[in-house]
């Protein structure tokens, strides 16, 4: 059997094809001579497992695209207090390189040029090296390989920045830029002009949609707070002034470049990645935004369609042994704080005796902090009520966890082995 994903990916790049609209992006010279007709699509799901179709080994400039990323850099390096005071998180309806300031006078958020300009001018020089190097050898580290520069791109760009020019000039102005604004702007410039393909996109923005952890090589790259802060900016900011439009069609936190790349993470589940270098009049990809939209509606990935996980945490639940004096409860799933709540509410009804429970949780595939925290605070509560617990979690997901009131959990490795004993010692 083959999974089919591949052959719908490639019918979802067939079916936007057609729509030849749009024009290229021609205020960086460069992006003029790019070819209109390339498209690819690529998808990494939340364990790393990559599908590609189309022109997915083609090279394009991230642009904007960089700017998240920068962003989470820089949140990673100097925490979230500092960051934000320079560069706000208000979405701001406007064009990405409007020369505007919020009223407090710093830029809006860090996905408009004012507040990627700014964020590029905080990554803390290391090595005598230079900015734009640094935020490529971060960016290489996420995408798994060695990224490059396109230094056609950044001449280009670099002759012709005047309106980041001005944007620089007036962030000097306010004191938010604290050194030569042309050095920054030119530095955010060839950030813009790191090289990717849509397959590096989906393994770097696997990174966010796994909290920060690199799902091919277990490290931890982000912490979990920074990509919480970079995806609600992308999801409020991500696309310039056609942000709420996107919320409430697509519903995935995305970023989008004028040279025609978009790249959609959702938390937990998935992230994509379309090229196709002809734009609509806000700047993004005439195709890619067809293409995530398809992507949403298909396969039901709108943030605000939730998830209804929380119907299967206890698989089954059964009596046994003399009397029927066990009660056995098999988990499944994931405990968070819905699920948790959800199996509190059916360990309620358990009478209160002296019987004895057994909670299965080998089939859980996470457990949050919240949900420990509930499911060890009910622990406590049915022994408080008289019961023995004992808990069969042979992948220690506990961690020998003790209880809120510090009780030792008794913990085994299989259920059937443990049932089997149990029924024993009662002959
Ligand atoms: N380098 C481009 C600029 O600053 C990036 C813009 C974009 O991708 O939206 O103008």
């Known amino acids: 059997m083959q999974t089919p994903l591949p052959d719908y990916l490639a019918h979802v790049i067939e079916a936007c094809d057609i729509d030849n609209s749009g024009h290229l992006a021609d205020y960086i010279p460069e992006l003029a001579n790019a070819n209109p007709n390339r498209l690819a699509l690529a998808m990494s799901t939340v364990d790393g497992e990559i599908y590609s179709v189309g022109d997915d080994d083609i090279e394009f400039t991230i642009q904007s695209m960089s700017k998240p990323f920068a962003y989470a850099y820089v949140l990673q390096q100097l925490g979230i207090e500092a960051v934000l005071d320079k560069v706000g998180v208000e979405p701001s309806g406007e064009a990405f390189n409007e020369i505007s300031l919020g009223k407090d006078r710093r830029p809006k958020n860090p996905m408009i040029n004012s507040g990627a300009i700014t964020t590029h001018s905080l990554i803390p020089i290391k090595d005598d090296l230079e900015s734009a190097e640094i935020l490529r050898q971060f960016m290489s580290a996420l995408a798994g390989r060695e990224l490059r520069f396109d230094e056609a791109v950044y001449e280009s760009e670099v002759k012709t920045a ?3 020019l001005s944007i620089g000039y007036m962030l000097r102005t306010v004191g938010i830029l604290e050194t030569d604004p042309v050095d920054i702007v030119n530095g955010y410039i060839r950030q813009c002009s790191i090289l990717v393909t849509v397959k590096d996109l989906v393994r770097m923005g696997s990174v966010l949609a796994n909290g920060g952890v690199d799902p091919k090589t277990g490290k931890r790259l982000l912490n979990r707070s920074v990509v919480r802060q970079v995806l609600s900016v992308m999801m409020s900011c991500g696309m310039y002034d056609a942000a709420g439009d996107w919320l409430s069609t697509v519903g995935i936190p ?36 067809d293409i995530l939209e398809r992507l949403s509606r298909d396969m039901g990935l709108h943030l605000m369609e939730g998830t209804p996980s929380a119907q299967t945490i206890v698989q089954s639940h059964y009596r046994t042994g003399k009397d029927a004096s066990l009660s056995v409860y098999v988990l499944r799933g994931v405990l968070k704080f819905t699920e948790a709540e959800m199996l509190l509410r059916i360990l309620q009804a358990e009478p209160m005796d002296q019987s004895t429970i057994v909670i299965d949780l080998t089939q859980i595939s996470i457990i949050h902090d919240v949900g420990k925290r509930m499911f060890l605070e009910g622990i406590d509560r049915l022994i408080d009520d008289g019961h023995t617990l004992l808990l069969v979690d042979p992948e220690q997901r506990l961690d020998h966890a003790r209880t809120h009131k510090d009780r030792t959990l008794h913990v085994y490795q299989d259920i059937e082995d443990l049932i089997a004993q149990l029924k024993d010692a009662e002959k």
């Open 162 to 164: 005047y309106r980041n």
């Open 254 to 289: 995305a970023k989008s470049g004028v040279a025609g790349g978009i790249l959609g993470v959702l938390p937990g589940q998935v992230s994509i990645a379309a090229f196709s270098p002809k734009l609509d009049e806000h700047g993004n990809s005439v195709r890619g935004i």
